[in-house]
């Protein structure tokens, strides 16, 4: 792909990718996130009717991360046909290397007053392992949050993409990767905590970790790089690059017989997706305030996929709706009702995959179609979503 | 303990009438106040009289032996006092009783010296067990009493367990030759404890040998090796027998998926429930027999067979009735749709019997097992595991290789529509096949309720292990199956031997994926025309 001479620059065609009504709906949102939150959270008293509560900034703010792992997750799933069952890992890996820059913001205020972090102390080690080196640098925490997992995943993905292992069989081996990965984190030996992980954070960057501006930065941040991630996402899979990635998912052997080679394709998408997920654990741990290996568990990342069945695969404010609307339901379910939370979920799979295969946003769009044009096919779903994701 | 003690005064009260009496005069250091004077008197107290010094020797462990004034005597049941030499009760029980305490070293000395009266018991399985209990601990005090057993005993197993334990009581005796003898017979020892007594006589302690005789050293350095070959011998038969036990109990597991995935290619993440709804029915089986057949409680296993297989198949056909069947041909809703049914039957068991683990028992006949070697100990439970697993493999072997549905279920997985055209039910054969799947898994659910935790989340456990199983041995094979998850048990134990448990799990899996990438078709490849791409 040779750059034509007349091309317009990177930065407009990325805003080129959302419409008007896209661009409206973001700012909106980012209005909401980023003003209407502080002042609603800091400046109104907390007897006001329109106050906002730490509470509910956590858990938005929490959901707001999960959001930009659907995406990631649709991007692949919903646009390559790919089901990983592995993302827990790479939000959680994510998670952790953002974290060891938070265990050492600690410094002496742990309970052992120790320069090392407190398990290490309780490990009685008597030095930071050679992995930790750097951990007090924030910018240091930045890279390894995007370069670890992404490293994990381009080694990965290219061995098993190579050797053209597909649909279930992917799916499988990613899960036997995050599980295994659980297993060596859940060590003391491995230098992650073990059990408990991280967790008792002080400050960030200097400032308290609790503190209600630290929060509603974090909260900002959080809808800014949610608002991002839909903007990349909707620019590739508008772009040349989604189109081949569609074709991938639909009919891999043709695409491969017309001369591309999905082997990069799918590669580029996989690894990106990791990041994006990093991404997403690292704004999470800071404001959730804790991580630890169970994260990486096999059923975390299946509830991801699920997420993005709820809301739409193969749309991308589909998988955004979906982590509100299952996550929302499990807050209000397990404090509830917490016996009810697994039957209602174990639903949820059955039905989402039984009835909704386009999810809520097909379902409304099938819906409007119907609405709209009464003389055509009945349940005849739209063009945007027409075909059907499978392996 | 009551009912022991109670037991102990009836013996007795039978006793005293028959025995003669012991002299007091050997009974009165007992009470002494120094641990050696003791020991020497316990000693004595067996020499002299091996027969009556039993139950005084007994009473003084369990610490009801007391001193009354100048006269030793045994407490019974009740506040009833005998009197330890002649075994009479005494009426009234007479004041100022004071029991004799003992310490460590000296309850140590007693229950040698319990062993080794034993060793003169009519009977021989209580002779054995004396035996080998001497064999733990003998020590050079012993010798005149072992040589009077070795000269009474007829039998010849344990007349070899009591040669060993006279060869390590005269290891320590000053004549050399004794030594030598001694060495030489130790060498047909496989135990690690004899390795560890014998490991001195080879060393030297600053410049002078442990041992001043050079034959004996030689000796004991042959006898040294000959025990360590043993016992690498035993140590690697342990871990390839725990290694086909732990594959024996992988098997169990991915059976049932090897028909659900591997045949049909319904990817059922649901597998590791069905797992659970097995053993919780050899729970309640055991439940049902505890409560209306408490006499054949040691049989609950066998009736959990039958209700393990049909409860867990009928969850299997309804999952396939109402859920499964509408997603065949896409395997990755399968994944999900059956991940939600996991989630729920799950929570069933935890509304059910409670979010605890349940206690299952392993039936008295499963308990114990076969001692190989002294180092080596083949427990009952897992042998019989490892058989029902062969059990079940060839049942399901033959169900699908000589029963009219396997032959159906060949045909349906093989070509459908052709299948369809002559006549076969292919909608039920689904569901039937599915439903076999799932009261294998019901099987293996039954067998590990006998060595694993039960409770809802049990299932879970089990889930990753069985694909890694199936996808090793590639797909639509049950031979492939059963060489993957015997390959993984044994070198699992293997690598588990110098890594321990955590990481070789890890090591296994990441070779998996690994391998995987090598061979995506698994170790045994189909060939021919079912080979998809």
Same mark, same amino acid.
């Given at each position: 792909?040779?750059?034509?001479?007349?091309?317009?620059?990177?930065?407009?065609?990325?805003?080129?990718?959302?419409?008007?009504? @896209?661009?409206?709906?973001?700012?909106?949102?980012?209005?909401?996130?980023?003003?209407?939150?502080?002042?609603?959270?800091?400046?109104?008293?907390?007897?006001?009717?329109?106050?906002? $509560?730490?509470?509910?900034?956590?858990?938005?703010?929490?959901?707001?991360?999960?959001?930009?792992?659907?995406?990631?997750?649709?991007?692949?799933?919903?646009?390559?046909?790919?089901?990983?069952?592995?993302?827990?890992?790479?939000?959680?890996?994510? @998670?952790? @290397?953002?974290?060891?820059?938070?265990?050492?913001?600690?410094?002496?205020?742990?309970?052992?007053?120790?320069?090392?972090?407190?398990?290490?102390?309780?490990?009685?080690?008597?030095?930071?392992?050679?992995?930790?080196?750097?951990?007090?640098?924030?910018?240091?925490?930045?890279?390894?949050?995007?370069?670890?997992?992404?490293?994990?995943?381009?080694?990965?993905?290219?061995?098993?993409?190579?050797?053209?292992?597909?649909?279930?069989?992917?799916?499988?081996?990613?899960?036997?990767?995050?599980?295994?990965?659980?297993?060596?984190?859940?060590?003391?030996?491995?230098?992650?905590? @073990?059990?408990?992980?991280?967790?008792?954070?002080?400050?960030?960057?200097?400032?308290?970790?609790?503190?209600?501006?630290?929060?509603?930065?974090?909260?900002?941040?959080?809808?800014?790089?949610?608002?991002?991630?839909?903007?990349?996402?909707?620019?590739?899979?508008?772009?040349?690059?989604?189109?081949?990635?569609?074709?991938?998912?639909?009919?891999?052997?043709?695409?491969?017989?017309?001369?591309?080679?999905?082997?990069?394709?799918?590669?580029?998408?996989?690894?990106?997706?990791?990041?994006?997920?990093?991404?997403?654990?690292?704004?999470?741990?800071?404001?959730?305030?804790?991580?630890?290996? $169970?994260?990486?568990?096999?059923?975390?990342?299946?509830?991801?996929?699920?997420?993005?069945?709820?809301?739409?695969?193969?749309?991308?404010?589909?998988?955004?709706?979906?982590?509100?609307?299952?996550?929302?339901?499990?807050?209000?379910?397990?404090? $509830?009702?917490?016996?009810?939370?697994?039957?209602?979920?174990?639903?949820?799979?059955?039905?989402?995959?039984?009835?909704?295969?386009?999810?809520?946003?097909?379902?409304?769009?099938?819906?409007?179609?119907?609405?709209?044009?009464?003389?055509?096919?009945?349940?005849?779903?739209?063009?945007?979503?027409?075909?059907?994701?499978?392996? | 303990?009551?009912?022991?003690?109670?037991?102990? *005064?009836? %013996?007795?009260?039978?006793?005293? %009438?028959?025995?003669?009496?012991?002299?007091?005069?050997?009974?009165? #250091?007992?009470?002494?106040?120094?641990?050696?004077?003791?020991?020497?008197?316990?000693?004595?107290?067996?020499? !002299?009289?091996?027969?009556?010094?039993?139950?005084?020797?007994?009473?003084?462990?369990?610490?009801?032996?007391?001193? *009354?004034?100048?006269?030793?005597?045994?407490?019974?049941?009740?506040?009833?006092?005998?009197?330890?030499?002649?075994?009479?009760?005494?009426?009234?029980?007479?004041?100022?009783?004071?029991?004799?305490?003992?310490?460590?070293?000296?309850?140590?000395?007693?229950?040698?010296?319990?062993?080794?009266?034993?060793?003169?018991?009519?009977?021989?399985?209580?002779?054995?067990?004396?035996?080998?209990?001497?064999?733990?601990?003998?020590?050079?005090?012993?010798? #005149?009493?072992?040589?009077?057993?070795?000269?009474?005993?007829?039998?010849?197993?344990?007349?070899?367990?009591?040669?060993?334990?006279?060869?390590?009581?005269?290891?320590?005796?000053?004549?050399?030759?004794?030594?030598?003898?001694?060495?030489?017979?130790?060498?047909?020892?496989?135990? #690690?404890?004899?390795?560890?007594?014998?490991?001195?006589?080879?060393?030297?302690?600053?410049?002078?040998?442990?041992?001043?005789?050079?034959?004996?050293? *030689?000796?004991?350095?042959?006898?040294?090796?000959?025990?360590?070959?043993?016992?690498?011998?035993?140590?690697?038969?342990?871990?390839?027998?725990?290694?086909?036990?732990?594959?024996?109990?992988?098997?169990?597991?991915?059976?049932?998926?090897?028909?659900?995935?591997?045949?049909?290619?319904?990817?059922?993440?649901?597998?590791?429930?069905?797992?659970?709804?097995?053993?919780?029915?050899?729970?309640?089986?055991?439940?049902?027999?505890? !409560?209306?057949?408490?006499?054949?409680?040691?049989?609950?296993?066998?009736?959990?067979? #039958?209700?393990?297989?049909?409860?867990?198949?009928?969850?299997?056909?309804?999952?396939?009735?109402?859920?499964?069947?509408?997603?065949?041909?896409?395997?990755?809703?399968?994944?999900?749709?059956?991940?939600?049914?996991?989630?729920?039957?799950?929570?069933?068991?935890?509304?059910?019997?409670?979010?605890?683990?349940?206690?299952?028992?392993?039936?008295?006949?499963?308990?114990?097992?076969?001692?190989?070697?002294?180092?080596?100990?083949?427990?009952?439970?897992?042998?019989?595991?490892?058989?029902?697993?062969?059990?079940?493999?060839?049942?399901?072997?033959?169900?699908?290789?000589?029963?009219?549905?396997?032959?159906?279920?060949?045909?349906?997985?093989?070509?459908?529509?052709?299948?369809?055209?002559?006549?076969?039910?292919?909608?039920?054969?689904?569901?039937?096949?599915?439903?076999?799947?799932?009261?294998?898994?019901?099987?293996?659910?039954?067998?590990?309720?006998?060595?694993?935790?039960?409770?809802?989340?049990?299932?879970?456990?089990?889930?990753?292990?069985?694909?890694?199983?199936?996808?090793?041995?590639?797909?639509?094979?049950?031979?492939?199956?059963?060489?993957?998850?015997?390959?993984?048990?044994?070198?699992?134990?293997?690598?588990?031997?110098?890594?321990?448990?955590?990481?070789?799990?890890?090591?296994?899996?990441?070779?998996?994926?690994?391998?995987?990438?090598?061979?995506?078709?698994?170790?045994?490849?189909?060939?021919?025309?079912?080979?998809?791409?």
């Amino acid at each position: 792909m040779r750059p034509s001479p007349a091309r317009t620059p990177f930065i407009v065609r990325l805003g080129a990718s959302f419409d008007a009504r @896209g661009w409206r709906l973001s700012g909106l949102f980012a209005a909401f996130a980023l003003i209407a939150v502080p002042v609603m959270h800091l400046a109104l008293p907390a007897d006001h009717p329109l106050h906002l $509560s730490t509470w509910f900034i956590t858990l938005v703010g929490k959901i707001l991360c999960y959001a930009i792992v659907a995406v990631a997750m649709d991007l692949i799933w919903g646009y390559g046909g790919i089901l990983s069952l592995g993302h827990g890992l790479f939000f959680a890996l994510g @998670g952790y @290397g953002f974290g060891m820059y938070l265990m050492r913001q600690i410094g002496r205020d742990g309970s052992y007053q120790s320069d090392l972090p407190d398990f290490m102390v309780f490990l009685d080690w008597k030095e930071l392992p050679w992995f930790w080196v750097g951990s007090d640098s924030f910018l240091w925490a930045v890279l390894l949050v995007l370069v670890v997992p992404a490293l994990i995943a381009f080694v990965f993905g290219y061995f098993a993409f190579r050797s053209r292992i597909k649909g279930v069989y992917f799916s499988i081996i990613t899960q036997a990767l995050t599980y295994a990965a659980m297993l060596l984190f859940f060590r003391n030996e491995t230098g992650f905590g @073990g059990n408990n992980g991280f967790t008792d954070f002080k400050r960030i960057l200097g400032h308290p970790i609790t503190a209600p501006e630290t929060r509603v930065v974090l909260f900002a941040l959080s809808a800014l790089a949610l608002i991002g991630t839909l903007l990349l996402a909707r620019y590739l899979v508008r772009s040349k690059f989604g189109r081949v990635l569609t074709a991938i998912r639909d009919a891999e052997s043709r695409v491969m017989f017309i001369g591309y080679n999905p082997l990069w394709y799918k590669l580029f998408v996989w690894t990106l997706s990791a990041m994006l997920c990093a991404v997403a654990g690292a704004l999470y741990v800071p404001q959730v305030g804790i991580i630890n290996p $169970s994260e990486m568990s096999v059923g975390n990342s299946i509830e991801i996929a699920i997420w993005v069945a709820v809301g739409g695969r193969g749309t991308l404010i589909g998988p955004v709706i979906g982590a509100f609307l299952v996550n929302l339901a499990k807050s209000w379910f397990t404090v $509830s009702f917490p016996e009810y939370w697994l039957f209602f979920l174990g639903t949820l799979f059955i039905v989402a995959t039984l009835y909704l295969p386009q999810g809520v946003v097909g379902l409304w769009l099938r819906l409007r179609a119907r609405r709209r044009g009464k003389g055509a096919a009945a349940g005849e779903p739209p063009a945007a979503v027409a075909k059907g994701v499978g392996a | 303990m009551h009912k022991l003690r109670l037991l102990l *005064a009836i %013996c007795l009260l039978g006793i005293s %009438c028959a025995q003669a009496a012991i002299d007091p005069e050997l009974l009165k #250091p007992l009470a002494d106040d120094d641990s050696d004077r003791r020991i020497a008197a316990i000693l004595a107290l067996v020499e !002299a009289a091996p027969e009556e010094a039993q139950p005084v020797l007994k009473a003084m462990a369990e610490d009801s032996l007391a001193l *009354a004034g100048e006269r030793v005597v045994i407490l019974g049941e009740g506040g009833r006092v005998f009197d330890a030499a002649s075994k009479r009760e005494l009426t009234p029980p007479p004041a100022g009783v004071e029991t004799i305490g003992i310490n460590n070293r000296v309850r140590r000395e007693l229950a040698s010296a319990l062993a080794a009266l034993r060793l003169f018991s009519a009977e021989r399985a209580v002779r054995w067990q004396a035996a080998q209990e001497v064999n733990q601990n003998a020590d050079a005090k012993m010798l #005149p009493l072992l040589e009077r057993a070795l000269a009474a005993e007829q039998d010849a197993a344990i007349r070899a367990r009591l040669q060993l334990a006279r060869a390590q009581a005269s290891l320590g005796s000053s004549d050399a030759d004794v030594r030598l003898d001694a060495v030489r017979t130790l060498g047909e020892s496989s135990d #690690p404890r004899v390795r560890q007594l014998l490991l001195p006589l080879t060393q030297k302690q600053g410049d002078d040998w442990l041992e001043p005789d050079s034959a004996v050293r *030689a000796a004991a350095g042959t006898s040294i090796r000959s025990i360590e070959q043993r016992l690498a011998w035993a140590d690697n038969l342990g871990r390839a027998f725990t290694g086909l036990s732990l594959g024996s109990i992988l098997l169990l597991a991915a059976l049932g998926l090897a028909i659900t995935y591997g045949v049909m290619g319904v990817i059922n993440m649901a597998h590791g429930e069905l797992l659970m709804v097995g053993a919780y029915s050899a729970w309640a089986m055991q439940s049902v027999f505890r !409560a209306h057949l408490p006499g054949a409680l040691d049989w609950y296993l066998l009736a959990a067979i #039958p209700v393990g297989f049909l409860s867990a198949a009928l969850v299997g056909v309804l999952m396939e009735r109402i859920v499964i069947r509408h997603l065949y041909g896409r395997p990755l809703e399968t994944l999900l749709a059956t991940w939600g049914i996991s989630l729920f039957l799950m929570q069933v068991a935890r509304t059910l019997f409670g979010a605890q683990n349940v206690e299952v028992a392993n039936p008295g006949w499963m308990a114990g097992g076969v001692e190989l070697l002294p180092n080596l100990l083949l427990p009952w439970n897992r042998i019989i595991i490892v058989a029902f697993s062969i059990a079940v493999l060839v049942a399901m072997w033959a169900i699908l290789n000589l029963s009219r549905l396997g032959m159906f279920v060949r045909a349906v997985t093989q070509n459908r529509p052709m299948a369809g055209c002559v006549g076969v039910p292919t909608g039920r054969i689904d569901t039937l096949a599915f439903g076999l799947g799932a009261g294998i898994a019901g099987l293996g659910g039954v067998a590990l309720s006998q060595i694993a935790n039960v409770g809802p989340d049990m299932g879970q456990g089990y889930i990753v292990d069985s694909f890694m199983v199936v996808v090793l041995g590639g797909v639509g094979q049950l031979a492939g199956a059963v060489w993957a998850a015997l390959g993984l048990g044994v070198f699992t134990k293997f690598l588990e031997g110098w890594t321990g448990a955590v990481v070789a799990k890890i090591v296994v899996l990441v070779l998996i994926i690994v391998f995987i990438q090598k061979r995506p078709q698994g170790l045994f490849a189909l060939k021919g025309r079912f080979v998809e791409s």
